[in-house]
């Protein structure tokens, strides 16, 4: 009996056995003239011939696409060097962990002037604009602990506002970036155990902590990832001033969040929090098979996540939940300038579609991409001199099923989801469909 290939390394999630470049790539439609950056996408991908066990768990690997003028100059695909890339292992022999032994494979962002590949838990990896990796960063010698792959910029400061979770106290610990890259604050947050706190929110004067009910499991150490739900462990929001430990928690209904759109603070002092929410049987039914494990149709159609909305009064202590719309949704992105403050819009992914939420009027609109595509997480680049919030470009990777057919860089018009996309990148390769992507402007970057 044939043994049957885990979900993780077939189809459109597949790694790639190696690292190509092209150069002048085939463009269809016309890339606007202002986009001139790198768009780079991370993601899983083990060497040939191995099982990492579990989606996320796969060696980063780093997608990229320079745009100059019109032009689309160049992919190239990188693996990010870790360490343990190389074989080393993530504990060491007195237990403790191996901080520059992560897979650096969730994530990649620009701070300071300088490109990091992310992973939760361990240290970043800084990469040039050529993806050429130079090595772990612990922001000389002040982080000694892992970094989120999912920091948060504050826009008006500059400042990037980050955490790492533990297996072992302290289960928390904040940490927070100068605009120059300087580690200046950090200090560790009471939670009970040990979540999964995969990602959280900042707004204008608090840092949004999810501490829900996703635990580390010792049992199931070596088995893919040690993560499971506890009913037994109580489903939390803080709201946590920047410079102050304490904590406010409200009590919510049992969920799990991966990913944040964004949270604000309105006119009365209360703080407005949307996520992707995943209830108690879709997180089983998505974790099992984003863990390789076969799901029955009737077990994956409650795999469904969706766009919901916390509303916490710091003044009564009262949470209020309302789900904002009906149908499946990950990857949520918004505006970077918009980032802690008051936002009319948000974009989602939902497996062949790219989605457009306005929260101000309740109205959500998709872009299809075809039932044989895959949309990858759309990220938004606003327009030189924009006056709209929604006046800009999404860009995203679409990747199809069969695997003869080569991935696309779409570029739509963020203010007409209906038309087609202004532009297409014809990749010279299938990319995996993967995690989280960032568009890196010229001018960001260190000379």
Known sequence: MTEQTPSYLAGHLAPVPDEIEAQDLQVTGALPTELTGRYFRNGPNPKPGEDSGHWFTGHGMIHGVRLNQGRAEWYRNRWVRTKRLEGAPSL??????????????????????????????????????????????????????????????????????????????????????????????????????????????????????????????????????????????????????????????????????FHVGNAREDEQGRVVLDAIRYSRDAWFASWSHIGGAPVAEQAAALAVSKLHRWILDPATGKVTEQELDDGAAEFPTVDDRRVGLPNRYLYAVDRSAIVKYDTDRGVVARHELGENWRAGEAVFVPAEDSSGEDEGWLLSIATNTDPSVASQLLVHDATDLSAKPVAAVLLPRRVPAGFHGSWIPDGELTP
């Open 92 to 257: 060491l022999r007195d237990g403790a962990r191996d901080l520059a032994a992560g897979a650096a494979n969730t994530s990649v962002i620009e701070h300071g002037g300088k490109i990091f590949a992310l992973m939760e838990t361990s240290f970043p990896y800084e990469m040039s604009p050529e993806l050429d990796t130079l090595g772990p960063c612990d922001f000389n010698g002040r982080l000694t602990t892992g970094m989120t792959a999912h920091p948060k910029e504050d826009p008006e400061t500059g400042e990037l506002h980050l955490f790492d979770y533990s297996f072992r106290a302290p289960y928390l610990t904040y940490h927070r970036l100068s605009a120059d890259g300087q580690l200046i604050t950090n200090f560790p947050v009471q939670v009970p155990g040990p979540t999964m706190m995969h990602d959280f929110a900042i707004t204008a004067d608090h840092i949004v902590w999810l501490d829900l009910p996703v635990v580390f499991d010792l049992e199931l150490v070596g088995r893919g990832m040690p993560y499971q739900w506890s009913d037994k462990y109580t489903s939390r929001i803080g709201l946590m001033g920047k410079d102050d430990p304490i904590v406010q928690w409200f009590d919510v209904d049992p969920c799990y969040v």
